[in-house]
């Protein structure tokens, strides 16, 4: 989860952009969380917690109404209307926030139906699941050595239907689970380190918070984060998502 919190600081502040150049600064005063980071401090929190997805999202995204860059229009109609019926939605917010799920569940099965459950208040679109689904079990997989990451695009070919893209081809905008997902993953493939696929997620440009915070939650299950990259994305959160992100990792970890 921290990993993903820590792409969301870092690609926050590059949002809807064109492509960056390397050997960027990581932490600015410019940068910020987003809605990527209070999505996964309450999905984390329900799963602590034994609450209902939905419901704590609503709780959550109630209490921060403004995050730098807001929240999409989609999901801000669902957060505030009375109902709160999914959307049929394949955007990238379902994958972006399940990255405490691939922690905190002992089998592929039961991460893969907690993953589901995630994604079904707004993201109720076979391809929104589907995402959230890969990105929980793939983090899943890694961090109990399931997974070789050499194997992860034929892994991800045969389960998922993801071609990974080469990086430097990437081009444009695109928000949906079917792109976002795979470059996030190529993110990660292309790097040797956690903050390289962080870096890698920037330098493409696009929704650069959601595919670094992606990222970032694959690349914690595989590599270690560097205790002053920690330091610095934790200064960025109040003290109600440092005690969430430490209750996490207290049960989890």
């Known amino acids: 989860m921290l990993g993903a919190i820590i ?4 690609g926050s ?11 960027f600064k990581l932490f600015t005063p410019e940068c910020a969380f987003t809605d990527d980071t209070i999505c996964n ?7 602590i917690k034994g609450l209902d997805y939905g419901e704590n999202l609503i709780l959550w995204c109630t209490k921060y109404p403004y995050p730098l860059g ?3 229009s989609k999901f801000l109609e669902w957060l505030t209307s009375s109902k709160h019926k999914a959307y049929d939605s394949w955007g990238n917010g379902s994958a972006m926030r399940v990255s405490s799920i691939g922690w905190a569940f002992d089998s592929e099965s039961k991460t ?34 399931k997974l070789l990451k050499e194997d992860i695009p034929d892994y991800i070919k045969e389960h998922f239907e993801y071609d990974l893209p080469i990086l430097s081809d990437v081009k444009g905008m695109n928000d949906t689970c079917m792109t976002t997902v795979p470059q996030a993953i190529q993110c990660f493939m292309e790097a040797d380190c956690f903050e390289k696929a962080i870096r ?3 330098e493409i440009g696009g929704d650069t918070d959601t ?3 992606i990222a970032g939650a694959i690349a914690e299950a595989y590599y270690p984060i560097p205790q002053e990259i920690k330091e610095k994305a934790l200064k960025y959160l109040d003290n109600d998502m440092k005690a969430i992100v430490a209750e996490f990792f207290a049960k989890f970890r």
């Open 70 to 72: 807001g929240y999409g």
């Open 7 to 10: 792409g969301d600081i870092v």
């Open 200 to 202: 890698n997620a920037v």
């Open 41 to 47: 401090i309450a999905i984390a929190d329900a799963i």
């Open 13 to 23: 502040r590059f949002e809807y952009g064109g492509r960056n150049m390397p050997n």
């Open 112 to 145: 893969e139906k907690e993953a589901i459950k995630s994604a079904k208040p707004t993201h109720s679109h076979p391809e929104g699941i589907k995402g959230a689904v890969c990105v929980a079990t793939l983090i899943f997989k890694l961090r109990t050595k």
């Open 211 to 213: 595919t670094a915070s």
